[in-house]
């Protein structure tokens, strides 16, 4: 396994378009979260998923965001009619279910969102 | 809800010298787990170190630890023999049972030759 995987790594849109973001967690890990991290701010919890359940999210996910986790595998998370303020690195981690809390989250590199 | 705070933005130190980032956090819990993160520059975020709060014992990960003190919800990192390859955004974390973590500013961390 080699971790956290995140595609694209960056993507240049226009403002009002749509764009798609993949992550591949680690396979034996149930949870897999959302967060959005601006320049020089810490990760910003969106929304996580046990399996294939969407359990939480946050309300900075707006109605122009939304998330899947078909089979509980990859997930996606589609941000319709962009807005520059969308601009930002969206992070994708994953981790084992409840009761592990002590180990943390694995996270991928991060897709790196530019609106123009 | 539970908030984190790192009152350093930015720290610097000498390599070899040893640095303290602080960090504190609010909850009403009793149960949870702190973490501290490193993000090298255009890097991702890795797991430095993890506490959790049942434990009286500091963690200690080589030349990490840190000083839990639960009551005054402070958990602090010291850097011991600080490497260039330290000088990155160091993120404290809070969660409860790998619920929505939570982040703190991060405080950016240089390591001087």
């Known amino acids: 396994d080699t971790g956290v995987s995140q595609n694209p790594r960056h993507k240049i849109t226009k403002r009002g378009q749509n764009v798609t973001f993949r992550c591949d967690p680690i396979?034996?890990?149930?949870?897999l979260y959302w967060y959005r991290q601006t320049l020089g701010q810490g990760p910003e919890f969106l929304t996580y998923f046990q399996n294939e359940a969407q359990l939480e999210k946050s309300r900075l996910l707006s109605d122009r965001f939304s998330a899947e986790r078909p089979k509980g595998s990859f997930s996606t998370l589609e941000i319709q009619r962009t807005e520059q303020g969308d601009s930002a690195m969206y992070l994708c981690a994953s981790s084992l279910g409840p009761g592990q809390g002590a180990d943390g989250y694995t996270f991928g590199s991060g897709t790196r969102l530019t609106v123009v | 809800a539970q908030t984190v705070t790192q009152s350093q933005p930015e720290m610097s130190v000498q390599e070899a010298e040893t640095v303290t980032l602080s960090c504190t956090y609010d909850t009403s819990e009793s149960n949870y787990y702190l973490f501290w993160y490193k993000q090298p520059p255009s890097r991702q975020m890795i797991l430095v170190i993890r506490q959790e709060a049942y434990k009286q014992q500091n963690a200690t990960e080589n030349r990490f630890s840190v000083n839990f003190q639960k009551a005054a919800k402070s958990f602090s990192l010291k850097i011991s023999d600080s490497q260039l390859g330290d000088t990155a955004m160091y993120f404290c974390?809070?969660?409860?049972?790998?619920?929505?973590?939570?982040f703190g500013a991060g405080t950016r961390l240089t390591v001087k030759p």
């Open positions: 396979s034996e890990h149930n949870r």
């Open positions: 974390a809070f969660t409860k049972r790998n619920n929505d973590m939570r």
